[in-house]
Structure formats: C-alpha cells, structure tokens
C-alpha cells in the first residue's frame, strides 16, 4: 500500500480535455473536496492501522494476550475504512461458492483488471515509454512507474549487468580482451531516481442515494462502489522551503542542501484524471487504458505561478519584498525556473494523456527464447525486450516476408521500451532458430562459451526511426557457466553493422512476476 495521498490537492484548470468516451475528467469542486478528504482519511487510518499492529505484534511477543486481542479489535475496526480489501474478500467468497459472474462484476467495479504490469506511451509521441505496476494499497490502487534501468537495478546479480563491462554495447574484440573496462558513453537521460508512484485510483463505497461517477471515473456496474483515479505531484508549497536569500544582495539563492531535502522530503499533491478504459466489455477492454492529466506546460506555468506567489526576497535596501510585485529580479524568476525543472527531474509525473497496454505475463518459463529481456543500448541505456516464438515467411535475402516462402520457426524480439531511433512496439531484432538455422560458432571467442548461435537479423534506424533497415546479425545462446564475463545473460545479439564493427548486446532474463519494486516513499505519516 502506502501513502501519497496525503499531500494537498490540485483541481486542474478549466477547460482542461478530456479523452473521447471519459465522461466528465474532473470531478465538480464539491465532489472533488470530498475525494480530497477521503484520501487524507485513509492516510491516517492507514497510518494507524500500521501502529496498532506493531504494538498487537510487541502484545503478543509479550504474551498479554488480552491487549493484543484488543488492539486486534481495533485494528479490524480501522480495515473495515477499506472498501477495496472488503470488495476483493467478497470476489474470493464468490470465486470459491463458483459464483463466477458476481466474481466477474465485483472485480470490474474495484478495479481489479487495474492489477499488474503495464507499458505506457504518451499519445503526442513517445518513443521511449515507461512501465507502470499495479498493486492494491489500503483503499486504493497504486501504480508505480519505473524504466529498464531500474529493473535490471533491482535484479539479484552481482554486480548488475548495466555496471559491468559485458553489459554495454561493446565489440566483440573489446568484450573479450578487456572485460573489466566500461566504455565512454554518454548518459541514457530519462528518469535517474528510480522507482516513483505516480498515479492511484481511489475507491470508496458509494454515498447512499448519490449519484454513481462517470464511466471515465471508474464506476462499475455492481459492489455500490466508486472510483476517482488521481495523479501525484510535488506539492509546490513545499519546495519553497529549499530557497534562501542572501541579506545583504538582492540575488536570490538556492540552498543546494536544503532543497534537495525538500524535494525528497515534500509531500505529493493529488491530482484529478480521467481514466478511460471499458473492463465490463471483454475482450481488449481489460488490456488497455488512457490516463489523461494535465500538460507538462500547464503543470509547468502552474507550479511556477505557486512558487512565486510565495518567495520573498530582499531588495537593494534590505527589505523584503513579497510577490506580486511589478518587477521580479531576472535572477529570481531563473531561480524559481530552476527550482521546478529541479522538481520535475527528482519527481517523474505523468503529463498529458498516456495509454497503457497490459504486459502478458503468461509465458511458458522453460522456453529460453521467451520471456522479458533487459538490454544495455549504450547510450540508450538499458531498455526492456519481450521475446517471443512466431512462424513466419522471411524472404530469402531476410529483408521482409515473403508470401511464396516456407514457414519458419522465427524468434521475435520487440522493444517494450525503446528510444529515438528505435522506439517501442518495434522489432528489434529476430532469428531463424529452427535446426537447419543452427550455425557453427567456431568464429567466437571459447571465453564466451557460446552453445548455440542462429542466423538473424537487427533492425537499425537514424533518430526519430527514420530510414529504417534490418542489418545481418547473430542470435547467441550462452552457457549460465560463462560468468562472470556474461554477467548472468542468458541470450545476446550480434549487430553486424556494414562498414562498422559488430555489436554485441547482451540480454539478462525479467522476471516481472515475482519482482518487487520500491518506490522510495516514506510510510504515511500518523495523526497530527
């Protein structure tokens, strides 16, 4: 579970689109109040829920029975606040009685095909994307968007394979003569904080005799429940407390220290969104979603309007000078700009309208050429790939299909993440690997020790996918002894790029499934 929906809450601007179908984005004033204040109560309930099963835990560690028995009481009391919890223990009773349409219902008003992992695209183009896990928190959902970078962070090797050598986009000749030397490349970009929660959708029971919310707030067709999905933001009342100004000149000063605390430390604001989906209509509805917020512009001019509402600095006199004022120093308002680009970097948020696709996690594990891959792109950074087995008629020449071809069992690798040149949802790579394909790999190094190598072909692309072509590569199977120069990859592609040296990638295998994420909250804070 955990917090975040604690902070103070922003209604977005007038006149703010919605997606075709989302009803109405934004809740009125007074129903948004209300959402507001149900959020900042489950944060406190929460909060002590959490203290009273901690002192239930020393009760019982203590053997006083009778206080932990208590304290149990009350602690079911304050789960009782949880419709969601309430909502999924009746889906399980349903479930178990085969009761299989009131299970249906019951999870499609909670939310439940919400649960899982997604890939999400910013409609106005994005090539990179991101990945976004759901999970139920104490009256709500929770999403939690991170990049490959952070899973392959997150993965029990030692030392991650984005750190190593072998985990960069390399030559041959360099991977095998110096393993232990990193190439000079320059930063990836995108999100450098790891982990962060960026939107929640909120559940609560429906008031009696109140009006159920629009379909593009979430409302089902049973359980007396209603939904409100929210983005997350840096409060920006709380980031002034980062800035400082010198008495004796009218510069206005950014105390690095005190604002890096603030902004890990401050506290996140709600936003209204609006989430279009259609889980009750079966087939694709459950597998796809768009969550509209307001533009980084917008956020942008808002936050920076909020901020200088609240600066004083000291004019050539010595006093202070409050905002508005006519004339805000140069220095000031670049101070301030700096202070929200700052924020944005330390706080990755949704903008705009994104649309989410779920991640099919039902995959055969015993298949070494299925399942989720992290690779190492160089510049790129790391970025997440999903194999798969389809039957296909490449043309001879491996350029493109060809109808009078025979079929072939064929390995297909689709970015689910990707960058400029080749963004995500493309291929990225794929191999003949029926038996005829299989190929001699004499040609590589014995320190790699190759099993199985196939003939492919890479997709290559200048910025913004433009003139895309496929170039000659290898699919490479490596032995799990072949550590530590493979660090822990199971598969790796070669790119034979004409006039240049290959390149080899190596692939190390995701488990989404069992991997837990940690988005560095702090726990939710307890009653004043």
Avoid at 140 to 163: F, H, I, M, Y
């Amino acid at each position: 579970g955990g917090g975040g929906g604690g902070g103070s809450a922003t209604a977005p601007p007038p006149g703010t689109a919605s997606p075709p179908g989302a009803g109405d984005s934004h809740p009125p004033p007074g129903a948004w109040a209300e959402w507001v204040e149900h959020a900042r109560a489950l944060k406190l309930a929460e909060a002590e829920c959490a203290g009273l099963a901690a002192e239930m835990a020393g009760a019982a560690a203590a053997e006083d029975y009778a206080r932990a028995a208590e304290l149990r009481e009350a602690v079911r009391a304050l789960e009782g606040r949880d419709a969601l919890a309430r909502v999924r223990e009746e889906l399980a009773g349903a479930v178990e009685r085969e009761d299989f349409g009131a299970a249906a219902a019951l999870r499609d008003a909670s939310g439940g095909p919400l649960e899982g992992w997604w890939v999400g695209k910013g409609l106005e183009g994005d090539p990179v994307g991101h990945l976004l896990h759901v999970e139920a928190g104490f009256g709500r959902w929770v999403g939690t968007a991170c990049t490959a970078r952070d899973l392959a962070a997150q993965q029990s090797l030692e030392p991650p394979p984005l750190k190593g050598a072998a985990g960069t986009v390399r030559s041959l000749e360099e991977a095998v003569a110096s393993p232990d030397e990193l190439l000079d490349l320059p930063p990836p970009g995108g999100w450098e904080v790891g982990p962060a929660r960026v939107m929640e959708v909120l559940v609560r029971d429906q008031p009696p005799g109140g009006a159920r919310a629009p379909p593009g707030a979430g409302a089902g067709p049973a359980g007396g429940l209603e939904l409100q999905a929210v983005t997350l933001h840096p409060d920006s009342t709380a980031l002034v407390s980062g800035l400082g100004a010198e008495p004796e000149d009218p510069a206005f000063a950014v105390a690095s220290d005190n604002l890096i605390d603030s902004m890990m430390g401050a506290p996140m604001e709600l936003e209204a969104a609006a989430l279009e989906w259609s889980p009750g209509s079966g087939g694709g509805g459950r597998d796809e979603f768009v969550l509209t917020t307001r533009s980084c512009d917008e956020r942008d001019a808002q936050m920076m309007q909020d901020v200088s509402q609240q600066v004083v600095f000291s004019d050539k006199a010595g006093g202070d000078v409050a905002w508005p004022t006519r004339s805000i120093p140069d220095n000031v308002a670049e101070s301030i700009r700096d202070l929200v680009s700052t924020s944005q970097e330390m706080h990755p948020q949704l903008a705009g309208a994104t649309r989410y696709q779920r991640l099919d996690l039902d995959l055969p594990s015993t298949d070494p050429f299925t399942g989720y891959f992290v690779g190492n792109f160089g510049k790129h950074g790391p970025e997440l790939l999903r194999l798969r087995r389809e039957w296909q008629r490449l043309s001879a020449d491996g350029d493109g299909l060809d109808a009078e071809a025979p079929l072939e069992e064929v390995v297909v690798a689709e970015k689910v993440t990707g960058d400029r040149n080749v963004p995500a949802g493309t291929v990225s790579f794929r191999a003949r690997v029926g038996r005829q394909h299989r190929l001699d790999s004499s040609m590589y190094p014995d320190d790699l020790m190759i099993t199985g190598r196939y003939k492919g072909e890479g997709r290559v692309a200048k910025a913004d996918y433009q003139e895309p072509k496929w170039v000659e590569g290898d699919l490479l199977v490596f032995n799990k002894r072949a550590d530590p120069l493979m660090m822990g990859a199971e598969l790796g592609f070669v790119w034979s790029v004409p006039g240049r040296r290959r390149y080899l990638i190596l692939l190390n295998r995701v488990d989404l499934a069992s991997l837990k994420l940690d988005d560095g909250a702090p726990p939710p804070a307890g009653p004043a």
